[in-house]
Each structure stands twice: as C-alpha cells, then as structure tokens.
C-alpha cells in the first residue's frame, strides 16, 4: 500500500488487478472493470460512490447483469 501511495505521489501509473475492491479504491484515480480481458466500465475518481462496498455492489452488479444477459 505504502508503495503504491508513492509512486503515485512521484507521478508513476501503477495498475493492480484485484478484486479487492474495497481495499484498493482509496488508492486509486482510475477503476476499471473488466470482462472477458476487456475494459467493460470505468470510474473516474470524481465518479467514485462515496462508500468502497457501493463500489463492490456497482461490480456485483455489473457481472450479473452480464451474466443474465447470456443465453442459456
């Protein structure tokens, strides 16, 4: 976390992937929510949901709309 929070002082992308949502949203600028090794939704920081578990909702609910969204 400590070097992170650093590298993104000293100006550096850092890209992390997790489903530790809730752990990593107060580190990052950018989300991005991937399906299938594509970017399927991104959140800006001034888009962020003010608590880290609506950001695990807004997630949860993503893939299972896609996953209902399948045929059988």
Do not use: M, W
């Amino acid at each position: 976390r400590q070097l992170i929070l650093r590298r993104r002082e000293e100006g550096a992308t850092v890209i992390v992937s997790s489903h530790l949502l809730e752990t990593l949203s107060p580190l990052c600028d950018d989300i991005h929510l991937l399906d299938n090794g594509r970017i399927a939704t991104v959140y800006r920081r001034e888009e962020y949901p003010r608590a880290a578990n609506e950001l695990e909702e807004l997630f949860h609910r993503h893939y299972l709309t896609r996953l209902s969204d399948k045929p059988s």
